[in-house]
């Protein structure tokens, strides 16, 4: 399998045409090939997460992590047995192996991969002009929802930190651009992750009083000590109080 697995595809005056690849980790995993959705099967749909998630991997690595309670020989078998049935379903294209290593093909579209390039480019402030698309690219679905592998968890709560830390930014950046009522959005979009968040509803409270609605943000600062009272026998600390002074 090495080198780059190709599958024959319709020809149109005589150039091979390849599908255009997407695949999508957010909330539900799905493959799309141009206009269709593809079935991989449940080792297939693992393998290709984890592929997008970690990037190359060595193949003694993917059937550790997919396998992690089979013996070596095991779980190597079960990688060589997905991979056929991937080749037998015509998505093997998706794939490229070189010298033991796999990996997705630099075509296929990822939508954890345009999250993390806009995370990053708000987090480094090198994102031009962020308005309310950036919101929505920030303010979507945790990774592979009803999934529950130990990788997939841990990848699931770094992407949710990168996020929380993305939309706080965002907020303090639409506001210092003046437009506070979308910082506000990105501020609650924060809450909405992750609720007893202090940072998230620090934000918050800041760009309604930038607003200009300071009964709001009492109320939202009531909320907080009723979240934190409730759940951790705290107060809002003094970073959140002293937004009011």
């Not at 980790?25 to 080792?43: F, P």
């Not at 991997?57 to 060589?80: K, T």
């Not at 192996?97 to 796999?102: E, T, Y």
């Not at 841990?154 to 639409?174: C, D, G």
Request: proline residues 3%; glycine residues 6%.
């Amino acid at each position: 399998m090495a080198g780059i697995l190709y599958v024959q595809e319709p020809v149109d005056r005589g150039l091979h045409v390849h599908p255009t690849w997407s695949l999508s980790l957010l909330g539900a995993w799905q493959l799309t090939s141009t206009d269709r959705t593809v079935e991989v099967g449940k080792n297939g749909r693992r393998l290709f997460a984890l592929l997008a998630m970690r990037g190359a991997c060595d193949r003694s690595y993917l059937s550790g992590v997919l396998w992690p309670d089979y013996s070596d020989p095991h779980a190597h078998g079960n990688l060589r047995a997905t991979l056929s049935r991937l080749h037998q379903r015509k998505v093997a294209d998706v794939l490229q192996s070189s010298s033991g290593v796999l990996s997705l093909r630099a075509e296929v579209e990822v939508d954890v991969h345009r999250l993390l390039a806009t995370a990053s480019a708000v987090l480094d402030g090198t994102l031009q002009a962020p308005d309310r698309s950036t919101l929505s690219e920030l303010a979507t679905d945790d990774l592979l929802i009803g999934w529950y592998e130990d990788w997939v968890l841990l990848e699931r709560e770094r992407l949710r930190q990168l996020r929380l830390h993305a939309l706080e930014m965002l907020s303090v950046q639409l506001l210092a651009a003046g437009a506070a009522t979308a910082a506000v959005e990105a501020a609650f979009a924060a809450v909405a992750v992750e609720p007893l968040r202090e940072s998230a509803h620090r934000a918050a409270i800041r760009a309604l009083l930038a607003e200009g609605n300071r009964a709001e943000a009492l109320l939202q600062l009531g909320r907080l000590r009723n979240l934190l009272l409730e759940e951790l026998g705290v107060e809002p600390s003094s970073l959140v109080t002293d937004l009011f002074q």
